[in-house]
């Protein structure tokens, strides 16, 4: 089992930045691929960005490509997600995810979230016009 704990949502205004970071504890050992989604209220929850545990593999979103940067620090079990160029558009409730499964898919089918067995509370961001 893994939990995993967000902290660092917040509200921003336009063109601001934030940094998310994702605490994980547990089993580690399973886990292949972390990231992070987001759910707009009303919306599916989405991919935002995805990152290897053991690699520096990345997915991102076209919709965050150049303005969010995934990153893991292995020896501290943490996954932080820095958001700059902020817009409304980026309101959502945003998800740490971690997969633990057994089927090694390429980075690029990792998009679903039916593919990631854990998952964090959430933490709220909302960024203002």
């Known amino acids: 089992q893994v939990q995993l704990v967000e902290s660092g949502g917040g509200l921003v205004q336009a063109g601001g930045s934030l940094r998310l970071s994702c605490a994980a504890s547990g089993d580690s050992t399973s886990i292949y691929t972390v990231g992070w989604f987001r759910q707009p209220t009303g919306k599916e929850r989405e991919v935002a960005a995805l990152?290897?545990?053991?690699?520096?593999?990345?997915y991102y979103a076209d919709s965050v490509k150049g303005r969010f940067t995934i990153s893991r620090d292995n020896t501290k079990n943490m996954i932080f997600l820095e958001m700059n160029s902020l817009t409304p558009e980026d309101t959502a409730v945003y998800f740490c995810?971690?997969?633990?499964?057994?089927?090694?898919?390429?980075?690029?089918?990792?998009?679903?979230?039916?593919?990631?067995?854990?998952w964090g509370q959430g933490t709220q961001v909302t960024v203002s016009s």
């Open positions: 995810a971690a997969d633990g499964g057994t089927v090694r898919y390429p980075i690029g089918r990792m998009t679903s979230r039916e593919k990631f067995n854990y």
């Open positions: 990152i290897r545990w053991s690699s520096d593999i990345t």
